[in-house]
């Protein structure tokens, strides 16, 4: 059995509940709930954005998997003209590269044996895939593995979660790799997730202006001490993604967001002028269970239908245009103030779209209000 089958296994051939409800008339509101609802005409329009952005700034596109943990999505950003698919586990890597998709990049150092083994047996199958490395001791864990591995250099620019935070330390690890007889250097990668949620573009260019400049120094410590300029500069992310390519450093980005946007994003500025370019197409569904107290109504989604981490999902679809939703225990939710007929149903944006995807076992993907399709959250989990 493959490493994806082990993931995976039988579910791949079980499409949940509202299987049956495919191609049918008004099946968008015929859906079990909670029903993780994805509006495929404003994916499409993000897919297709996103690539046309890239395109016309001369930077490549290898955007973030763990927004959406689906092969079918990745598959779908591959043929608009994406380079590679990034992700964050090595679940989603061994999802991914099993399934063949090309310029796979696991963007977090792997520490422990289990996940080591995994990913020497996924560079095996894939010749293009790639880690990343943010110490000295990494690199001896990953030539263990005695086989040929794509290696980024991880930059730390300033959100002290990974990769090296100083430019001697920066270059001596450059050096290391570049001295290894199984690793190959690959290029650098540096990320910064503190500012993509700062909602001003002035604000946002503020707090991360000065972490380009480190990268910058890196960058140009790496050629004239090593006479090394890297190939491949990846990173960044949807709320960098202006400042991103303006400052020309990166040759590609890692955004992830944009495929689906949420809460969160809604209340950024992307562009220092116009409209945000990218569409809320991600949703969650849920069913009024009760309506005993006909003015605070109680719907089937509450802690465990989306993310905590973020603010409160936003009501979109069911409901007057000023209500609010509430978290009301793990299964439940209410929107005080409305009067909702028993079994109506109610759509709101996702707070925070990766974490809640991961709640998920299946995308409704919706065009109008037909379910014209259900695929799976295939590389779910924590691994």
Same mark, same amino acid.
């Given at each position: 059995?493959?490493?994806?089958?082990?993931?995976?296994?039988?579910?791949?051939?079980?499409?949940?509940?509202?299987?049956?409800?495919?191609?049918?008339?008004?099946?968008?509101?015929?859906?079990?709930?909670?029903?993780?609802?994805?509006?495929?005409?404003?994916?499409?329009?993000?897919?297709?954005?996103?690539?046309?952005?890239?395109?016309?700034?001369?930077?490549?596109?290898?955007?973030?998997?763990?927004?959406?943990?689906?092969?079918?999505? /990745?598959? !779908?950003?591959? *043929?608009? %003209?994406?380079?590679?698919?990034?992700?964050?586990? +090595?679940?989603? &890597? @061994?999802?991914?590269?099993?399934?063949?998709?090309?310029?796979?990049?696991?963007?977090?150092?792997?520490?422990?044996?289990?996940?080591?083994?995994?990913?020497?047996?996924?560079?095996?199958?894939?010749?293009?895939?790639?880690?990343?490395?943010?110490?000295?001791?990494?690199?001896?864990?990953?030539?263990?593995?005695?086989?040929?591995?794509?290696?980024?250099?991880?930059?730390?620019?300033?959100?002290?979660?990974?990769?090296?935070?100083?430019?001697?330390?920066?270059?001596?690890?450059?050096?290391?790799?570049?001295?290894?007889?199984?690793?190959?250097?690959?290029?650098?990668?540096?990320?910064?997730?503190?500012?993509?949620?700062?909602?001003?573009? /002035?604000? !946002?260019?503020? *707090?991360? %202006?000065?972490?380009?400049?480190?990268?910058?120094? +890196?960058?140009? &410590? @790496?050629?004239?001490?090593?006479?090394?300029?890297?190939?491949?500069?990846?990173?960044?992310?949807?709320?960098?993604?202006?400042?991103?390519?303006?400052?020309?450093?990166?040759?590609?980005?890692?955004?992830?967001?944009?495929?689906?946007?949420?809460?969160?994003?809604?209340?950024?500025?992307?562009?220092?002028?116009?409209?945000?370019?990218?569409?809320?197409?991600?949703?969650?569904?849920?069913?009024?269970?009760?309506?005993?107290?006909?003015?605070?109504?109680?719907?089937?989604?509450?802690?465990?239908?989306?993310?905590?981490?973020?603010?409160?999902?936003?009501?979109?679809?069911?409901?007057?245009?000023?209500?609010?939703?509430?978290?009301?225990?793990?299964?439940?939710?209410?929107?005080? %103030?409305?009067?909702?007929?028993?079994?109506?149903? +109610?759509?709101?944006?996702?707070?925070?779209?990766?974490?809640?995807?991961?709640?998920?076992?299946?995308?409704?993907?919706?065009?109008?209000?037909?379910?014209?399709?259900?695929?799976?959250?295939?590389?779910?989990?924590?691994?």
């Amino acid at each position: 059995m493959t490493m994806r089958n082990k993931l995976t296994g039988s579910r791949r051939l079980d499409l949940g509940p509202n299987q049956g409800l495919i191609g049918k008339p008004k099946s968008r509101q015929a859906l079990a709930t909670p029903a993780l609802v994805l509006d495929l005409g404003a994916f499409e329009h993000n897919v297709k954005t996103m690539a046309r952005l890239c395109k016309q700034a001369g930077v490549g596109l290898r955007p973030h998997a763990k927004t959406h943990k689906s092969v079918e999505i /990745a598959r !779908r950003q591959i *043929a608009a %003209g994406a380079v590679g698919i990034s992700c964050a586990t +090595v679940r989603e &890597a @061994a999802v991914l590269v099993e399934a063949g998709l090309p310029g796979v990049l696991l963007t977090t150092p792997i520490v422990g044996n289990i996940k080591l083994d995994i990913v020497f047996g996924l560079a095996k199958r894939s010749k293009d895939f790639m880690v990343v490395v943010d110490n000295l001791a990494g690199v001896a864990a990953l030539e263990r593995g005695g086989r040929k591995l794509n290696v980024l250099v991880d930059i730390d620019i300033g959100m002290t979660r990974t990769g090296v935070p100083d430019i001697a330390g920066a270059v001596a690890l450059i050096r290391k790799v570049q001295a290894s007889k199984l690793l190959k250097l690959a290029g650098v990668q540096a990320y910064s997730g503190m500012v993509q949620h700062i909602a001003l573009p /002035a604000e !946002r260019e503020k *707090a991360y %202006g000065g972490q380009l400049k480190h990268l910058q120094a +890196v960058l140009q &410590a @790496a050629s004239e001490e090593l006479g090394y300029v890297p190939e491949l500069v990846t990173g960044g992310g949807t709320g960098s993604f202006e400042i991103d390519r303006r400052a020309g450093l990166f040759t590609e980005c890692q955004c992830g967001s944009y495929v689906f946007m949420d809460v969160e994003y809604e209340n950024v500025q992307l562009l220092s002028t116009g409209p945000n370019p990218f569409r809320t197409a991600l949703f969650v569904q849920c069913t009024v269970v009760s309506n005993n107290h006909p003015t605070s109504p109680t719907t089937d989604g509450g802690f465990k239908s989306f993310s905590m981490d973020g603010p409160v999902a936003r009501l979109a679809r069911g409901t007057s245009k000023d209500a609010v939703y509430q978290y009301f225990g793990d299964e439940f939710g209410k929107i005080p %103030g409305e009067k909702l007929q028993l079994g109506a149903k +109610v759509e709101l944006v996702t707070p925070h779209c990766d974490p809640t995807v991961n709640m998920h076992d299946f995308y409704h993907c919706v065009r109008g209000n037909v379910l014209e399709d259900i695929w799976h959250v295939d590389a779910r989990g924590s691994l």
